[in-house]
């Protein structure tokens, strides 16, 4: 099990930047940084959207291409935890964020991930 925690959600305007963290607690810590780390998003009425996701030593990092430009994704292993910049926030980009975990990498889907936080809400008003 890998214990995932979001935080840094919120409701801001369009235009306004934000900070996803997650983090993860547990026996697992001492691994973390074997962990590919993923960030997904679901808006009302909609999937899960993969967002972006890190490989461990940062050796892989994509972006959606709604993500592209406006968002980075990071991590410290050292605090086992994995983080979302966002900037210039559309209304568009209003959904509930997650984090994901897996190992070893599996790919982009849903299905690809193992472990998953509970979400941080983001909504973006105009």
């Known amino acids: 099990q890998v214990p995932l925690v979001e935080s840094g959600g919120g409701l801001v305007q369009a235009g306004a930047s934000l900070r996803l963290s997650c983090a993860a607690s547990?026996?697992?810590?001492?691994?973390?940084?074997?962990?590919?780390l993923g960030w997904f998003r679901q808006a009302p009425g909609k999937e899960h959207e993969f967002v972006a996701h890190i490989r461990p030593n940062n050796l892989g990092i994509a972006y959606a291409d709604s993500a592209k430009g406006r968002f980075t994704i990071s991590r410290d292993n050292a605090k086992n935890t994995v983080y979302l910049e966002m900037n210039s926030l559309k209304p568009e980009d209003t959904a509930v964020y997650y984090c994901?975990?897996?190992?070893?990498?599996?790919?982009?889907?849903?299905?690809?991930?193992?472990?998953w936080g509970q979400g941080t809400q983001v909504t973006v008003f105009t």
């Open positions: 547990g026996r697992t810590v001492s691994a973390y940084a074997t962990y590919s």
């Open positions: 994901a975990a897996v190992r070893p990498y599996r790919g982009q889907r849903v299905m690809d991930y193992d472990y």
